[in-house]
């Protein structure tokens, strides 16, 4: 059975500099079964409602400024897929969980750019989920543990945000090594949380964790964590790392 992912996707420029992370994304998806597909909850769709890529085609959007010429040309063309839209929204209703179909979605960049580097060829189809953010830590985790069958059925369910998210605080002369007390803080108590499975604390972060306003101005980015907890199992560390001195990178499986 596959597991589950939470990927940190970093600055879209991940895409062209790598940096650890690369290498890291690569070794998963190589020590991974194929996967048939791909579900993924994204960051960078936040929606009122819950609803599902459905798009047999989606182009790659670059929804971000002021970066590269060379960033805006990258395109990651893996195809939609119908068919699982629509057995995800059956998944979803027989949860109690109301969505809708949407066949305009392209992927964003919190989907492509990751998604480029574990697998390169595009060849896997990839639907996108939206982030209804107003429904919180709980209401994510339940999302994912209504899809957590797909597992078995050669889905890989990848929640992709990051694990401390507060531009404004960000050192953009800083090197790896650079880390922030605070942020340290924060990603450490998440991932003792995570380790003992401690649902409670975990839905509570924003009142429990230090520094969780800090690291999540909003909280947009550690969403996908939960669906990617709920879909999941066991939790374990793929990867550790920091960017921009406050940046998290890390990326965990659940299963």
Known sequence: MLPSLYISHGSPMLALEPGASGPALKRLAAELPRPKAIALVSAHWESTDLRVASNPAPETWHDFGGFPPALFAVQYPAPGEPVLAARIVELLAEHGLAAGLDAQRPFDHGAWVPLSLM???ANIPVVQVSLPSQLGPAGLTEIGRALATLRSEGVLMIGSG???HN????????GPE???????????????????????????????APFAVKNHPS????????????????????HQGWTLGALGMDIYRFG
């Open 119 to 121: 697998y390169p060829a």
């Open 162 to 164: 990051s694990i401390t």
């Open 167 to 174: 531009l404004r605080e960000l050192d953009w002369h800083a």
């Open 178 to 208: 650079s880390i922030e007390p605070w942020a340290k803080a924060f990603r450490d108590w998440m991932i003792e949380k995570l380790a003992a499975d401690d649902q409670p604390a975990l839905h509570q972060y924003r009142q429990l």
């Open 219 to 238: 909280d947009e980015h550690l969403l996908p964590l939960y669906f990617a907890r709920g879909a999941g199992g066991s939790f374990s560390i793929a």
